[in-house]
């Protein structure tokens, strides 16, 4: 008789680690789940912290530099913790072309942090990505899960002070989905 061995993860919860292992089935080797991974553990815990990357190295049969090289590629993850209203501004050539650059300069100056950086509040955090797939309507930038288009500063105030109010703009002009449903 085998007996399974019962490994222990660090910082996955019950619920994170059945949603992982439930995608494993769609895959033709469970390690290729590593992207849905670390999506499913950043929305549980915020961010990925280096204690989750083994976990989800474990629980992939990854070693931790892999998944580590994984989350480190993608700007979609988070290695240290970000403000409730994470901010993403879209840095490639369209958006540069139409001013995202003010953009970010009016951010910065508007909530007194740098890129990479959060609010002492701990409301909102600046991130400077890749195309966020919107290059006919820049300069553009992603909070949270909503994309808010043609910015302009005043624009940008308005959507900071609705979010500081009650959390939602009706400046938000979509918002980003994951396939298959998941977002």
Request: proline share 4%; charged share 25%.
């Amino acid at each position: 008789k085998v007996q399974k061995s019962v490994m222990k993860l660090k910082v996955l919860s019950d619920k994170t680690k059945a949603a992982i292992e439930a995608e494993f089935p769609k895959y033709p080797d469970k390690r290729s789940a590593v992207l849905f991974a670390l999506r499913a553990v950043q929305e549980e815990e915020g961010y990925l912290s280096e204690d989750a990357m083994v976990d989800v190295a474990t629980l992939l049969d990854l070693t931790p530099v892999q998944v580590w090289d994984v989350a480190t590629f993608y700007t979609m993850y988070n290695l240290k913790p970000v403000g409730k209203y994470l901010i993403q501004v879209c840095k490639t050539l369209s958006c540069a072309i139409v001013g995202a650059g003010g953009i970010v300069d009016h951010l910065r100056k508007r909530l007194g942090i740098g890129v990479g950086e959060t609010t002492s509040d701990g409301l909102f955090s600046i991130k400077l990505v890749e195309c966020l797939a919107s290059c006919g309507s820049g300069p553009m930038m992603q909070i949270n899960d909503d994309y808010y288009e043609q910015l302009t500063p005043e624009k940008v105030d308005r959507i900071l002070e609705d979010l500081r109010r009650s959390g939602k703009s009706s400046l938000a002009t979509g918002r980003f989905q994951l396939p298959m449903g998941k977002g």
